[in-house]
């Protein structure tokens, strides 16, 4: 069984930063796919950033130049590095992980920015 673990979300002030940490039951190597999503109340779940297997990402507009998406692969761990954060941020993050047949979801976490 595939788990997803999220942590590293929490409170923060406008302008501030902080890394999202996804990790992984298995080798992250296994998945065609990964990345972030998010979902903000009364909202449905976005993309925020999506990296392949092979290294290639894909940004949200909403996120590119502030928000970077990364790997270790010998810690089978996922991170979002979070900078210059928004109120228009705050949601719950959750990582993705999908393979040709099946897609795995965390619990999320919750990051809200407010001052």
């Known amino acids: 069984q595939v788990q997803l673990v999220e942590s590293g979300g929490g409170l923060v002030q406008p302008g501030g930063s902080l890394r999202l940490s996804c990790a992984v039951t298995r080798s992250i190597f296994s998945f065609d796919s990964m990345g972030w999503y998010r979902q903000a109340p009364g909202k449905q779940r976005e993309l925020v950033v999506e990296i392949t297997s092979g290294g290639a990402t894909h940004y949200a507009d909403s996120v590119n130049g502030r928000f970077a998406i990364s790997r270790d692969n010998a810690k089978n761990t996922l991170y979002l590095q979070m900078n210059s954060l928004k109120p228009e941020d705050t949601a719950v993050y959750y990582c993705?992980?999908?393979?040709?047949?099946?897609?795995?979801w965390g619990q999320g976490t919750q990051i809200t920015v407010s001052s």
């Open positions: 993705k992980a999908k393979t040709r047949f099946f897609v795995y």
